[in-house]
């Protein structure tokens, strides 16, 4: 059994307008997950240094940074963020291009999790609905590039419908977790973030991180699954 994790951190600034990035750490830790794929993770202007810094990170939870980023002192790429538990084996990492008219990226990195294998991409699209679809295909065919491994897809769709738009091209090859609405964290009516597995993995459990300090931290709530992967594809 693994646990996986999406979550807008919205710069670690919560619904008080206070950043507090000790409190983003203190929510991951509630939820105890073995993947977490963060958005907005690295602040947008100047030397656009990470939300969460790494020695926090290091001091303040088990995780370890993916070494995604592109630029010193960032944890991602284009604030699309992934933190795996130090103990976990980082095979492969790459960083996705997307199609849009404002700088947006996805991430993916393949990992031993004990002697589970699992890739994880880690997205956050566009508000036009034009430009989230013409995003899913690029991620779409970036895995195809790749090797068959177990893969989930996780992040901040920006999609309102249930099963439109981006939804359904990616319904192709994934399953979509039903976690629920996670956006807007002090009152959730959105189904923003969504977890999508793919062939070779079972959704055992899942659903919204809805605690008091979740509602605070961000005005995202962090989505959740347990998952199995199947003996097959054991390493």
Not at 60 to 78: C, E
Not at 90 to 115: S, Y
Not at 175 to 186: D, E, K, Q, V
């Amino acid at each position: 059994m693994l646990r996986v994790a999406s979550y807008n951190i919205r710069k670690a600034i919560g619904t008080d307008r206070r950043r507090v990035p000790e409190r983003i750490l203190d929510v991951l830790n509630e939820i105890d997950a073995d993947v977490v794929a963060l958005q907005e993770a690295d602040r947008r202007l100047g030397a656009r240094l990470a939300a969460l810094p790494p020695t926090l990170i290091k001091s303040h939870s088990p995780y370890a940074v993916v070494g995604i980023a592109a630029r010193s002192g960032s944890i991602g790429w284009h604030g699309n963020a992934l933190l795996v538990r130090r103990d976990a084996h980082v095979r492969d990492h790459a960083r996705v291009t997307l199609p849009t008219l404002e700088p947006r990226g996805a991430v993916m990195a393949d990992f031993e999790i004990g002697n589970t294998p699992l890739r994880v991409v880690g997205m956050h699209l566009d508000l036009s609905g034009l430009h989230r679809r013409r995003q899913g295909h690029a991620i779409v065919a970036a895995l195809n590039e790749k090797p068959d491994l177990p893969t989930i897809i996780m992040g901040d769709t920006n999609e309102w419908r249930p099963h439109g738009g981006c939804l359904i091209d990616f319904a192709h090859k994934f399953r979509i977790a039903p976690t629920g609405p996670s956006f807007h964290s002090r009152r959730p009516v959105g189904r923003l973030d969504r977890i999508m597995v793919g062939d070779g993995i079972e959704i055992v459990n899942c659903g919204v991180h809805h605690s008091p300090l979740a509602a605070r931290a961000s005005d995202h709530l962090p989505v959740w699954a347990d998952i199995m992967v199947t003996a097959d594809n054991a390493v």
